[in-house]
């Protein structure tokens, strides 16, 4: 059993900050693709950024310059800085990890969600 636990969405105006926190626990062994999806009323979810385990970094072109994935081994958590927040940009974040348990079995699992709202 693993559990994702989000934390760091509210409510900013455009052009401000926010960083959120996505921590797993549970029977990790390891954790390859870390990973942020967001989803806006009536769309669809789509993916934000993601991170491998080498470091490697893949971003939607809507938050290219604008938002930086990084993760921390150690506290198996991934975080998502996002800056020049815009009124779009508003929608559900989800984080989701791939990783391994200790029988090297792989699966995937998704946060429960943390709402970030743009506005003035």
């Known amino acids: 059993q693993v559990q994702l636990v989000e934390s760091g969405g509210g409510l900013v105006q455009p052009g401000g900050s926010l960083r959120l926190s996505c921590e797993a626990s549970g029977s990790i062994f390891s954790i390859n693709a870390m990973g942020w999806y967001r989803q806006a009323p009536g769309k669809q979810r789509e993916l934000v950024a993601t991170i491998t385990s080498g470091g490697s970094t893949n971003y939607a072109d809507s938050v290219k310059g604008r938002f930086t994935i990084s993760r921390d081994d150690a506290k198996n958590t991934v975080y998502l800085q996002m800056n020049s927040l815009k009124s779009e940009d508003t929608a559900v974040y989800y984080c989701?990890?791939?990783?391994?348990?200790?029988?090297?079995?792989?699966?995937?699992?998704w946060g429960q969600g943390t709402q970030v709202t743009v506005s003035s």
């Open positions: 989701n990890i791939y990783y391994s348990n200790y029988a090297r079995q792989g699966f995937g699992s």
